[in-house]
Each structure stands twice: as structure tokens, then as C-alpha cells.
């Protein structure tokens, strides 16, 4: 008999396969995972004055992605102890139990061979190899020894959350040069502001943990200092695309109003700091990262 005939019965079904799978789609961060695809395509359009080759833009993608998705499942399995006990991370599926240990290391490594296997047949080993690597840095070097060792872990590991223009890039020129170079030095400067911020308004979370971030183990005037600097700094990086002549005017005033909104929200906060603002400061700065780089795409083609 056809199930259509049984809307309940449909109803049920679609409930048991969300049921099954949506905890596994969870572990990925996948809101985190498109922001990286989307860094790694906009690398992939500004490495050719033409167009992309479109299977090199699907398997790059979807290897890029796939490797990040599987670090941050790893980095769920590890740390879900950890976030069982802290109110922005219990309802994770790892942490409450949803998926179990092997299970979600199981996952993890499944979409890791899946997403290393389509970056070697259709894509090129550079890429594969570095996608590798910032999947090592991220999954072992930052979980596992940076963040529970060292209030500079976002700075250090940021390196990993920094590469994906850079492996868009290498995905279709087989190659590193200056200008992935400076979309990696841009992300990985945006990386400890975006994060302090959120820290300053989880930051009993953190105590309760027991992990050293930097309003934990310096305070909060210190670190909304910090992210004063570091988004001054960030301004500046963010002049060399047009500096280096990889872009046009058309970045540059975007990269300037989009700095300038930035800088406002990070003076007001060391000057008059509360969590609301924190947290329109973490809210903005996820907006910048997607606008400038867009920014950056559309000043290539026009």
C-alpha cells in the first residue's frame, strides 16, 4: 500500500529519520561549516579572473567542508564533557549523550576520508594535504593542547579557522602566493576579537570549566583592551588587498566602512563595556567577516 495514503505514517517517518540524523548534522557545527565554505569559495573566484571550473568548485567545496565539518564533530567528541557543564554548549548532541563516543569519532572520520578522497581525485594533493593539516591543527593542536593550556589558544589556533580562503585558493591555483596569504592574515587577525567577545559574556561559563580564556585569566578591562588592538590591527590588514593591487576602490570603501563600524563597537566596549553590547559586538563581527570578504568577490568581477 502507499505510504501517501497515510499521512500519519509519513508524519512518522520524516519525525524517526529527523530524529536519526539531525544530532549527527549538529555535531558538525554547521553554521560554522558554511561560513568556512563560503570563505573557501570566495578563494577559489578571486585565484581566477575567469570562472571556476565547476567540478573543482563542487569536490573543492565539499572536501573543504566536509574535513571542517569532521573537525568540529572530533572537537564535540573530545570536549563534551566540558560542554555538559557549560549553559551556551549542554544541548550539544556529544554532551548530551545523543550520540555516543565511537559513534561520533566514527562520524568524524567518515567525513574526513570522504572529504580527503574527493579533494585527491578532483581537486590536487596541495589542497588535500593542507586541508589535512588545518584539520590536525584545529582537532588536535587547538582542542586538545591549546585551549586548555594557554589564555592565547584563540590567537594561536586561529590559524586553523584562518584557512579556508587560502585552500579555495589552492584548490584552483595548485599554489600559494601573496594574496591568499593576506586572506589568511585577515582572518586569522578578525579570529581573537570575534571570539573575546563572546568569551566577555560567557565568561562564567568558562570559569566553571576551568579553561583559560582570556577574561578568565586576565580580566575583562584587559581583554576589551586587547580587542581594541586587535581591531585596529585588523583595520589595517584589511587595507592590503587594495595596497597589494588584488582589488579595487570598490573593496577598499567597503573594507573602510565595514572597519569603521567594527572599531565603534570595539571602542564603545572598552570604554563602557556590558554583555549586551558583547554580544551585538559577536553578532557584528561574523556580519563583517561575510560582508568584506563578499565585498572582495564583487570588487573582482566588476
Not at 559574556?201 to 566553571?208: E, L, P, S, T
Request: proline fraction near 7%; charge should be positive; hydrophobic fraction near 55%.
Amino acid at each position: 500500500m502507499d505510504l501517501s495514503e497515510h499521512p500519519t505514517r509519513n508524519a512518522a517517518a520524516t519525525t524517526s529519520w529527523a530524529q536519526t540524523f539531525r544530532p549527527y548534522l549538529d555535531l558538525t557545527k554547521p553554521r560554522i561549516v558554511m561560513l568556512a565554505a563560503f570563505c573557501a569559495v570566495i578563494g577559489m573566484f578571486l585565484a581566477t579572473p575567469g570562472m571556476v571550473p565547476w567540478p573543482t568548485l563542487i569536490f573543492g567545496t565539499a572536501g573543504i567542508a566536509l574535513l571542517a565539518a569532521a573537525g568540529f564533530a572530533f572537537n564535540s567528541a573530545i570536549e563534551r564533557g566540558i560542554d555538559a557543564r557549560m549553559s551556551r554548549t549542554r544541548a550539544r548532541p556529544a554532551a548530551r549523550g545523543e550520540v555516543s563516543l565511537p559513534a561520533t569519532l566514527l562520524f568524524a572520520w567518515t567525513l574526513g576520508w570522504i572529504g580527503a578522497a574527493l579533494l585527491w581525485a578532483w581537486v590536487n594533493p596541495l589542497t588535500m594535504w593542507l586541508t589535512i593539516a588545518t584539520f590536525f591543527g584545529y582537532a588536535v593542536v587547538y582542542t586538545m593542547v591549546l585551549k586548555p593550556l594557554t589564555p592565547q589558544n584563540i590567537v594561536i589556533g586561529g590559524a586553523s579557522g584562518a584557512m579556508p580562503p587560502l585552500l579555495g585558493w589552492t584548490a584552483v591555483a595548485n599554489g600559494v602566493s601573496a594574496e591568499p596569504l593576506v586572506l589568511f592574515l585577515i582572518i586569522f587577525v578578525w579570529t581573537p576579537p570575534h571570539f573575546w567577545a563572546l568569551a566577555l559574556y560567557r565568561i562564567d561559563d568558562y570559569r566553571r570549566v576551568g579553561l583559560p580564556m582570556l577574561p578568565v585569566t586576565h580580566g575583562s578591562d584587559y581583554t576589551r583592551l586587547n580587542i581594541l588592538l586587535y581591531t585596529l590591527l585588523l583595520f589595517a590588514t584589511t587595507l592590503l588587498p587594495y595596497l597589494i593591487r588584488m582589488s579595487g576602490p570598490l573593496y577598499l570603501l567597503a573594507a573602510i566602512a565595514l572597519g569603521a563600524v567594527f572599531l565603534q563597537y570595539a571602542w564603545r566596549l572598552w570604554r563602557n563595556y556590558s554583555d549586551a553590547l558583547a554580544r551585538r559586538t559577536f553578532g557584528y563581527s561574523i556580519f563583517y567577516l561575510a560582508a568584506l570578504f563578499g565585498a572582495l568577490l564583487l570588487d573582482h568581477y566588476l
